[in-house]
């Protein structure tokens, strides 16, 4: 069996990237963990991809691409994929409670702008919102899960970066939290 070498870091965004845009399904006598991105954004895949590599470094990491050619699809095999992601299971994430174990919760909160990382990359987005005569830089994380949104919500708040929430989504516009989140999480290149 090969080992899994997963900084904390490392740990928090890959949490991050599977609860926004990740799968884990059984295959054979082990389970895959595959992340789908857009692929107009060639920095997030290529940081991806070095991401699983540190991880699963004795594991080939597959690159597909779907979608006519609009998706890239990140994919490792390992047969311990649901320890890491206990969160896994059947169904859509948005249909099933997503609760961190405390091992998790104690990762996240040493981490947090590495699972914020992960989350906006694969279910966020920035953009410059005009309002009348001002134009602003603002992020945007949208999801279905409720538990994703609260966690979204909760390490916003350990963080201080000041945030609105709607049913699906939760907007982050303010000059201040804005600049904390560029400079701790960047854009989506």
Known sequence: MRAITLAQGDYAELLGLYLGDGHISRVGRTSALRISLDRGHPNIDRDTLALLRRGFSGNRVQRLIADRGNTVVQKVYHCHLTCLFP???????????????????????????????????????????????????????????????????????????????????????????????????????
Request: contains cysteine.
């Open 87 to 189: 969160q896994a299971g059947p169904g859509r994430k948005q249909d099933r409670p997503i609760v961190l174990e405390p091992w998790q919760q104690a990762i996240v909160d040493l981490e947090p702008w590495r699972l914020l990382r992960g989350l906006i990359r694969s279910d966020g987005c920035v953009f410059v919102n005009r309002t009348g005569p001002y134009e602003y830089l603002s992020y945007d994380f949208t999801n279905h899960s409720q538990d994703i949104l609260d966690l979204f919500s909760r390490t916003c708040d350990h963080v201080a970066v000041e945030h609105r929430r709607y049913p699906v989504r939760i907007r982050v516009y303010r000059r201040a939290a804005v600049g904390l989140l560029l400079h701790h999480v960047g854009v989506k290149s």
